[in-house]
């Protein structure tokens, strides 16, 4: 099959292209210079020419909270022209397969957990990232239109909780928790500090899959796709407290040093966790256990990253 992959360079990109899966397929992965999705036009012709089978959009402007806060209008444009230029432009050549990547922060913020597919747009948004959560949430609903008016345009959407691996980021300003908190303590232990802080209690609770894990998910998907629900959540069905993450990260290090916990720092939602009820009917499950999952992270940012 001829795939085009979009945000090839960023995280979910790379997983997808190195896993072993990728032979049997012919992937498209254009960089943003050779296909700049915010131009219509170029999308269009790029798509028409090289007529995919299947589109795999995950590219997107991302960031942490202060980013989002400081650039919502950029977060919320470019994130939803890119959605409907590539979502328009598939239509209207004739690509009949298209697999969308959401993201759980669709899910309304006091929504009750685990949150189920059909709670996207039941409540009010997380406000610190409301503007990339709009922009996906119009994606995932116009590939819903799309589907109603012409059932043969398999127009999807796949949800995935919080993922780490390798080609993360380990840069504190921009980086998720378990890449952050990795790089804090590999930091610590260097500098022979005695003990770290922990934002908040740590009771906070939060579920992350390993990269690799989601790209053979995405694999599977290409060979089930007719099957495949409209929207499905991809998670582990259980999640961790943050002081746990914590421990199992100081471990994979060997970091000796004890944590305090500064209740003077916020601690965001108490918890996250997407309903994987779709996910175990549609016969897919995740392989890599967090502690797997954590030394196999930290051995590639001993390795590439902080040398």
């Known amino acids: 099959m001829k795939i085009l992959l979009t945000g090839s360079r960023g995280m979910v990109g790379r997983n997808i292209i190195e896993h072993f899966s990728a032979h049997n397929h012919v992937i498209l992965s254009p960089t943003s210079a050779e296909l700049n999705l915010l131009d219509v036009e170029s999308v269009q012709n790029y798509i028409c020419a090289n007529k995919p089978d299947m589109i795999i959009h995950a590219a997107g402007i991302v960031g942490g909270i ?20 590539i979502l328009m432009s598939a239509k209207a050549c004739s690509v ?7 993201s759980s922060c669709m899910y309304p913020r006091d929504a009750e957990n685990p ?7 039941k409540g009010e948004l997380e406000p610190t990232n409301e503007g990339y959560a709009v922009a996906k949430v119009a994606s995932t609903r ?5 589907n109603r008016e012409d059932e043969s345009y398999l127009y999807k959407t796949v949800i995935p909780c919080n993922l780490y691996g390798q080609h993360d980021k380990f840069d504190p300003e921009h980086s998720h928790m378990i890449p952050a908190v990795i790089r804090k303590i590999n930091d610590a232990k260097n500098q ?9 209690d740590g009771l906070a609770r939060r579920e992350f899959m390993y990269a690799a894990d989601f790209a053979d998910f995405v694999y599977y ?3 089930h796709f007719e099957s495949m629900p409209q929207n499905i959540n991809v998670g582990l069905g259980h999640d961790y407290t943050i002081n ?3 421990q199992k990260i100081a ?11 500064d209740l003077s720092r916020p601690t965001g939602m108490q918890q996250k966790l997407v309903d994987d009820t779709k996910l175990k009917a549609f016969g897919w499950q995740p392989q890599t256990t967090l502690e797997q999952g954590i030394q196999k992270t930290y051995d590639y940012f001993s390795n590439e990253i902080s040398q």
Request: aromatic letters at 12%.
């Open 66 to 85: 202060q980013a989002n806060m400081a650039q919502p209008v950029k977060f919320l444009v470019d994130n939803m022209q890119m959605g409907l230029n």
């Open 96 to 102: 009949k397969k298209f697999m969308n990547l959401g």
């Open 115 to 121: 949150l189920s597919e059909e709670l996207i747009l």
């Open 142 to 146: 116009l590939c819903e239109y799309i």
């Open 192 to 200: 022979n500090l005695e003990s770290i802080d922990i934002w908040g």
């Open 221 to 223: 998907a290409i060979d």
């Open 244 to 246: 746990e993450y914590y």
């Open 251 to 261: 471990r994979a290090i060997d970091y000796q040093g004890e944590f305090t916990h």
